[in-house]
């Protein structure tokens, strides 16, 4: 069963409601809405309880105090398998918005492993980003570059910042200037960092030590859990 969220958003319920039934096609699994008119219910509902949300523009500056929520869930009962997928949306949602949203949950659906989407205000304009899709953040000319499987982008932000939304989805910072995804390290020699696309990151000697033991503690838990 699919858990969706409407958070004061209730003009859209219709075109979503319809546009996720063609998505499901044939799926004996089928979906369920659910609507909260503000922030505190959806919260109170337990917010990693469903699959996608969707809230209305006007609670966009509720967006640090509802990623603290999902983090803090997140580190208390992690749940990789699921989407939680998450954005804002006007009311009522144009039905071109709501097929880009479909086909990019459908593109995330393809990956093995599913992650958190968080926005993030880049050179590009506003972007929901797979954290599972994400190699590093790399901190430079007081802009934080975000490199992707599929992209790159720029927003104004700190590392400090990042670091506070992506801590507990297996991120780490091997140096000052970087956070990495564990993920998509193929291999660490001496005080540099491969990545799977073949970006070289430096591990500081001060981290090395910490970062090493964090790494191989993930490698140990992913083999547990094969």
């Not at 039934?21 to 044939?26: L, V």
């Not at 949300?53 to 640090?64: A, H, I, P, T, Y």
């Not at 297996?170 to 970006?199: A, C, E, R």
């Not at 070289?200 to 033991?213: A, M, N, W």
Request: hydrophobic fraction near 35%; proline fraction near 3%; aromatic fraction near 10%.
């Amino acid at each position: 069963m699919l858990k969706v969220a409407l958070c004061n958003c209730p003009n859209s319920k219709k075109i979503i409601d319809e546009k996720i039934t063609a998505f499901m096609g044939s799926s004996d699994t089928g979906h369920k809405i659910f609507e909260f008119n503000d922030l505190d219910d959806f919260i109170s509902a337990g917010l990693l309880n469903f699959d996608l949300c969707f809230f209305g523009q006007n609670l966009r500056k509720d967006m640090g105090t509802l990623l603290e929520h999902i983090e803090r869930a997140s580190s208390i009962k992690p749940d990789p398998k699921k989407l939680n997928f998450l954005t804002f949306v006007d009311d009522p949602i144009s039905e071109d918005d709501c097929e880009k949203m479909i086909d990019f949950i459908r593109r995330n659906l393809e990956q093995s492993s599913m992650s958190l989407a968080v926005e993030f205000l880049t050179d590009k304009g506003l972007r929901s980003i797979a954290l599972n899709k994400i190699l590093f953040f790399e901190f430079y000319d007081r802009k934080v570059k975000i490199k992707s499987q599929d992209n790159e982008f720029v927003c104004n932000d700190t590392l400090r910042n990042v670091m506070t939304l992506v801590s507990s989805h297996d991120f780490h910072q091997p140096h000052k200037s970087f956070i990495v995804n564990l993920k998509h390290i193929t291999s660490i020699k001496n005080y540099v960092i491969t990545m799977n696309d073949g970006s070289l990151i430096p591990l500081s000697q001060k981290k090395s030590k910490d970062f090493r033991t964090i790494y191989k503690a993930y490698i140990e838990s992913r083999n547990v859990h094969k």
